[in-house]
């Protein structure tokens, strides 16, 4: 008997065999319901390097946007050690994660204050949902976009990323994380907007990239 490959990944993950298994091979469904992201440098260290360009930088008081929270909430976490913690809005497509978010809402509402967290698709997001941000992270950009998908969806990578930029003020920064598996990807749309003149590299951090609005 064959088993089909994302069958065989869904298997091995329910039996915690595998620690990742990316949507595109075990179906949008399963990914949502079941799969869970923690904290591991060693396979994405988007989150602990972010936490530590945001410490030195001293970025407080800032409105940010946070692309996938993973179940460890460290941006959060590590967000509301600054004396005037930035003001954080986060999104997971995952309901275990959304649910990991929750229990730790019930056991340190203060974390509330300053890190929200919402479920759904960042593929959805509008204009009118969005406020004014100071730092966005597109570290998972290119990653999850399933273009079968588009009528339920406002955006594919190049919309998403012109809406971050259109919702940027005035010295905002765009973050990318060049070890996301889709980097490829992500590499040649942030060039097609460096080439039409609409962003610039300003700095560069471990393996993030930061940008800024021209
Ligand atoms: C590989 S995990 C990385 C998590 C975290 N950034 C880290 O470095 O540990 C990818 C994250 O992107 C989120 N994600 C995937 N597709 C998404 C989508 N379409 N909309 C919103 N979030 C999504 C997942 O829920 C998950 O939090």
Redesign the pocket.
Known sequence: MQIATGQALRILYRLKLIRSCPPHDVGIEFYRKKVS?G?RPDA?S??IEFVEYLQKIKAEDKNIFH????S?HIVGLENQKFIHPNEIIA????VP?YQSYTDLFIKQPELAKYYKVFL????TLTDRFLPQLDIVTL??LCE?YFPENSPKLHHNDASLLQLFLDKLNVGGKILFYKKSFAWGDTEALVKKFEQQEKIKQTEEYKSLLVYSKI
Do not use: K, N, Q, V
Not at 91 to 94: K, L
Not at 120 to 123: A, E, R, T, W
């Open positions: 992201w904290l994405c988007c989150d692309f996938g929270t993973g460890h999104i997971t497509a995952s994660e759904g698709d960042i593929y570290f998972h999850f």
